[in-house]
Nanobody, 124 residues
Framework: QVHLVESGGGLVQAGGSLRLSCAASGRSFMNYVMGWFRQAPEKEREFVAAIGWTGDSTYYSDSVKGRFTIARDNAKNTVYLQMNSLKSGDTAVYYC?????????????????WGQGIQVTVSS
């Protein structure tokens, strides 16, 4: 069992930056691939980024590649999402998710555990 809690969301102007954190509790955090997803109002959940066990492998959606960076600190059981050059289209509830095994999945169904979500609002 893994319990995930996101923090760091809020309101930011377009072009600004935010860093989301996701603290995990439970066993064997380093054995989980961690992902970030987001869901905007009246839209489907969308994959944002994923990171492998050691942090050496990452995978991004085309919409955030070059602007967002995912990282993890296994000593702190925490995964981060650094978001730069934010756009109004990045406004959404952001979710942290975890899945066992080595594959960096981009589909929500591949993830077993989810945080409660945190709001990010980018004003234009």
């Amino acid at each position: 069992q893994v319990h995930l809690v996101e923090s760091g969301g809020g309101l930011v102007q377009a072009g600004g930056s935010l860093r989301l954190s996701c603290a995990a509790s439970g066993r064997s955090f380093m054995n989980y691939v961690m992902g970030w997803f987001r869901q905007a109002p009246e839209k489907e959940r969308e994959f944002v980024a994923a990171i492998g066990w050691t942090g050496d492998s990452t995978y991004y959606s085309d919409s955030v590649k070059g602007r967002f960076t995912i990282a993890r600190d296994n000593a702190k059981n925490t995964v981060y999402l650094q978001m730069n050059s934010l756009k109004s289209g990045d406004t959404a509830v952001y979710y942290c998710a975890a899945r066992p095994g080595p594959v960096l999945g981009a589909f929500g169904d591949e993830y077993n555990y989810w945080g409660q979500g945190i709001q990010v609002t980018v004003s234009s």
